[in-house]
C-alpha cells in the first residue's frame, strides 16, 4: 500500500464517526465551498469522492462537461465516434468529414485534432465542431 492510499483510507474512514458539525466543517475544509443541505449520510458519501477526487484528479473534462450538460437539460451532444461520417454544406460547398477507426478526424487529406478546428478552418471563424456538424443539438421542452 503506498503512503497515498493509506492517507486516503484514513480519511475515508474518519468520515465514519464524524458528527454533523465535523462533517461541516471538513467539508468547507476540503472544497472552501459552503456545506449543501443534505443528509449528515449523503455528505459522508459527497465528502469522501472530493477527497478522493482532489487526491486523484477528479473527473475528465469530457466526463465534466458532459454532467454540466445534462444538469442544464438545454442541450445534448452526441460523441464523434469512430467509423463516422459527417457531411455540412457551408457557403455552397459540402464538406465531408470522416472519424477514422484510430478517432482521428480527417478533412481535405488531412488531419484534425477536433472537429472545432475544421469548423473553424471551414468558416474562418470560432464555432463548436459539434454545434457546426449537428452532433450538439438543442433538447426540447417536455
Known amino acids: 500500500m503506498t503512503i497515498a492510499q493509506n492517507k486516503l483510507d484514513v480519511s475515508l474512514a474518519a ?58 437539460a438545454s442541450t445534448r451532444t452526441s460523441p ?3 467509423g463516422m461520417r459527417l457531411v455540412r ?23 484534425w485534432n477536433s472537429l472545432s478546428e475544421v469548423a473553424r478552418a471551414i468558416t474562418g471563424t470560432r464555432w463548436s465542431g459539434p454545434a457546426f456538424f449537428g452532433l450538439k443539438q438543442k433538447v426540447k421542452a417536455a
Open 80 to 82: 464523434a465516434v469512430p
Open 89 to 111: 454544406e457551408w457557403n455552397g460547398v459540402v464538406h465531408i468529414v470522416t472519424v477514422g477507426e484510430d478517432r482521428v478526424i480527417r478533412w481535405n487529406d488531412r488531419d
Open 15 to 72: 468520515l465514519a464517526t464524524m458528527s454533523s458539525a465535523q462533517l461541516r466543517a471538513q467539508w468547507v475544509s476540503v472544497t472552501g465551498q459552503v456545506v449543501p443541505k443534505v443528509s449528515p449520510a449523503m455528505l459522508r458519501l459527497a465528502l469522501g469522492w472530493e477527497i478522493q477526487a482532489k487526491m486523484f484528479g477528479g473527473h475528465s473534462r469530457a466526463t465534466f462537461g458532459k454532467l454540466t450538460q445534462l444538469a442544464a
